[in-house]
């Protein structure tokens, strides 16, 4: 009994998730336009600072919340290690293998992303250096050197976001958007201060309802004794990165692939540069094998699939399929494992 209302509960956190993105993505793309801005910019700075949240405070809790209490340090640092690792994983895998699901469900005649796929190489590339430079990183125990990728991983991310801004608002386009939710629902003018009460209070729904879904993904992780390695991951990075999964899944249904892309490639940026900074400076910033293989996965993938992109200058279907095959056999390789 107890096992079924935590299944109705975990649906219900789901569901929830769901609406608090398509708010979400509806008040960013109106902050986008507002601000003048072309849809990389929004897909990649906007909605993942929004998104970010939630994948960004697992690692902190689990890193100060042991050292505070003096409990399971080690542990601590491992699930950090693994949310920090696992988040990437999940976004440049599964989240491609679920947009190109998208593409056969809406039935597009054309099975490939419409958008500009000189920007998608240029995010893969700022991804690459900062992801490899992180792993690397793992295997010295240099301070200095730790420290230098710290201030190279931060100066990156901050470079990457002004050549975005910049770069967006040279090819700025204006939406055709359908009224804001929140004036439709309360009856009120549509103005920046409404785009931005709706964009904060979608925030906070989506932390509020993350936090509550991986509180129950930790339940049953329990319940049916799921390795910490596991739950760090893959289970606890599969519920904080669906955020960012339904946003660009809503986006191309909206026919809106460069927001869906963009989305995805600016949260792997944003996770290559700024959690893993927050790892190696707080954690020993040792990856086991297990992280490792992940990430070596990571780093493959990413590689072949910008190549594909390059050489064919398209997003097609099986590109983004594959990336599923990449994701579901590391899956089985886990739990083969362990």
Known sequence: MLFLLHSFIIIFYLIMIIYACSFFTDATEHLGCKLKLGNNAIGSI?????????????????????????????????????????????????????????????????????????????????????????????????????????????????????????????????????????????????????ILIQFVISIIALAIFSHFFVKEMGYFSTLLNINPVILSLIITPFATELPECINSIIWIKNNKDDLAMANVLGGIVFQAMIPTSIGIAFTPWVLNIDILINSLIVIIFSILFGLTILITRKIKLIPLLTAGLFYFGYIIYIFIIH
Request: proline share 3%.
């Open 46 to 194: 906007f909605a993942v600072f929004g998104t970010s949240f939630p994948e960004t405070i697992v690692p902190i809790i689990a890193i100060f919340g042991s050292l505070l209490t003096k409990k399971d340090v080690s542990l601590g640092q491992d699930i950090a290690l693994g949310a920090i690792i696992g988040s990437p994983f999940m976004l440049s895998t599964f989240a491609l293998f679920l947009m190109g699901l998208m593409l056969i469900f809406i039935k597009r005649p054309k099975k490939e992303l419409n958008l500009d796929f000189k920007n998608v190489t240029r995010q893969y590339k700022y991804f690459l250096i900062a992801y490899t430079t992180a792993i690397l990183t793992s295997f010295s125990d240099n301070k200095i050197l730790k420290t230098a990728a710290i201030i190279f991983l931060l100066a990156l991310y901050s470079f990457f976001v002004y050549r975005t801004l910049i770069k967006s608002r040279q090819n700025f386009c204006e939406n055709i958007l359908d009224d804001l939710f929140f004036t439709k629902i309360f009856k009120i003018k549509e103005n920046l201060f409404s």
